[in-house]
């Protein structure tokens, strides 16, 4: 089949789906490329908007980059439109030749232990989302306890701990919403204790973000000696890998500290495996109880069958995100991604009950790949999705309505309210004015509304 444009529909304007677009603008075909961007939300950048903190400005510099490709002006934007709900699969076979998901993943993967549900146990990524002005999360957030646990060993339950435990002044530079920084400087914290199943040479944290801990202003890291008992393993760990090296020498550092003097502390506790999150007679959240483990020989651990319990008035579960489900779209529910073979979605047979391409369908990003990996690694991802995406082009849909006015048709047929470029420009812009009103670079809008009224230029 002879082909002379692909007209593409890309669902995620998260950097997956952004670096996709820009991506194929770029490769070499031989056929015209138009391009549109659904999301979800009125504004793009996915996480980087909404999952990066606040106070880490460099990566959240990365949008400046996402933004050139945007403004280019070579890729429609339709912000404020959900697929599944606003769209359908069927109303892209219609008016797209091939469809790319990049939906990542926004919800918080589950931790299978007693006490997980009670009132005070919070999932990381709802924390984040509420910190990082997410529309769709509560305004308020329950920050009453004084004595908190974080159960994780990756960034994510350092970007937990280190927003709990930093005084709000010290963010006030940064973009976060009013909202948060009235909840954050009524917070009584005066302990956050992060819980690791396994020792300090196995953590997930990057260097950097650990380090980091260590320059919170009246803050101290309290790390335990018992935790640093070494095997083998974890010795040939420290001497083979630099990123095991540093992160070691950090927490060595911090065992020659001086402690005490500070009004909040930060305590790392390694080798202990959360194993229920207990009950203060009221349905609240009263302690966490956790396993001591052992190192088993191999870098991995082992339980040693004593248990120990701390009290604490909140827990924080930073064990993972996890993808969800698209309709109409095939999904792998033990790993929360949509099955692919190198970004080409895979369908089962139903008389076969083999896995077989579903034509014109691919992914890209964390719901390609798991939600696993930096930024940087969904533009890896999205060279080799575009790749098939072009290879592909005998097997592409065949749409009856290809035309892009048909598409703006459907949606105000609709009465979505949509935003494009123009829009999140004005957001932008509004959202910088209230931030050098304060002496901020931005300050971010929240409410979904006041978002799409400001993008529209409804707003009063
Ligand atoms: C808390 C946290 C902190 C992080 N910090 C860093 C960091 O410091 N440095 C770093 O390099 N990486 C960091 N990451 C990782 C980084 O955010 C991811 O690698 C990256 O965002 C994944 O990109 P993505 O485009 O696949 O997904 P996302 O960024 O999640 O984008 C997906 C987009 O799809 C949209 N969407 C979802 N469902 C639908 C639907 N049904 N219809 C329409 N649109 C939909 C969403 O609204 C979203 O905009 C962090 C991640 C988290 C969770």
């Given at each position: ?87 359908t ?18 919800k918080?993967a ?10 005070g ?15 769709d ?26 927003i709990?435990a ?21 917070s009584?914290?005066?302990d ?18 650990l ?74 959240v009263?302690a ?10 191999e ?23 996890f ?34 391409q579903?034509?014109?369908?691919y ?92 993008s ?5």
């Amino acid at each position: 089949m002879t082909r002379n444009k692909l007209r593409l529909a890309i669902v995620g304007a998260g950097p997956a789906g952004i670096y996709a677009a820009d991506i194929l603008l770029k490769a070499e075909r031989n056929f015209d490329v138009s391009i549109d961007l659904f999301d979800h939300l009125p504004a793009p950048y996915g996480l980087v908007r909404y999952g990066v903190a606040p106070d880490h400005p460099r990566i959240k510099g990365i949008i400046t980059a996402l933004r050139e490709v945007l403004d280019r002006g070579d890729i429609r934007i339709f912000g404020n439109v959900k697929f599944g709900e606003d769209i359908t699969l069927e109303d892209l076979k219609k008016h797209y030749n091939a469809v790319i998901f990049a939906t990542g993943a926004v919800k918080d993967a589950s931790l299978n232990i007693p006490g997980a549900e009670l009132e005070g146990s919070f999932g990381a990524a709802e924390f984040v989302s509420w910190f990082d002005g997410h529309p769709d999360f509560p305004r308020t957030w329950p920050l009453d306890a004084k004595e908190v646990a974080v159960i994780g060993n990756g960034n994510v339950a350092l970007d937990v701990s280190r927003i709990l435990a930093k005084h709000v002044e010290d963010l006030m530079s940064t973009e976060i919403p009013a909202n948060v920084a009235a909840g954050l400087a009524a917070s009584p914290v005066t302990d956050v204790h992060v819980f690791g199943r396994r020792g300090p040479t196995s953590v997930k944290f990057t260097p950097l973000e650990l380090r980091e801990l260590g320059e919170l202003r009246d803050v101290d890291m309290i790390v335990y000696d018992e935790d640093f008992d070494y095997d083998d393993a974890a010795r040939a760990a420290v001497a083979g890998n630099k990123q095991v090296f540093v992160i070691d020498k950090v927490l060595n550092q911090w065992r020659q500290r001086e402690v005490g003097q500070a009004s909040r502390r930060l305590h790392l506790h390694f080798f202990a495996k959360p194993i229920e999150i207990v009950d203060d007679g009221t349905g609240k959240v009263g302690a966490i109880r956790w396993e001591r483990t052992a190192p088993d020989g191999e870098g991995g651990v082992v339980g040693t069958g004593e248990i120990r319990e701390l009290p604490v008035q909140a827990v924080y579960r930073a064990v993972g995100y996890f993808g969800s489900p698209l309709s109409g779209i095939p999904f792998d529910k033990k790993f929360g991604v949509i099955p692919n073979h190198e970004g080409q979605v895979l369908i089962r047979d139903k008389e076969s009950g083999e896995p077989r391409q579903m034509y014109g369908v691919y992914a890209t990003g964390w719901i390609k790949r798991g939600p696993v990996g930096l930024i940087g690694h969904t533009k890896s991802d999205a060279m080799e999705t575009i790749k098939h995406v072009i290879n592909d082009l005998g097997n592409w849909w065949t749409p009856e309505s290809p035309s892009e006015e048909s598409v703006v048709e459907m949606l105000e047929s609709r009465g979505i309210r949509w935003t494009d470029l123009d829009g999140w420009h004005r957001l932008d812009e509004h959202e910088q004015a209230l931030g050098s009103a304060e002496g901020r670079v931005r300050v971010k809008v929240v409410p979904r509304d006041e978002m799409v009224d400001i993008s529209r230029g409804d707003a009063a």
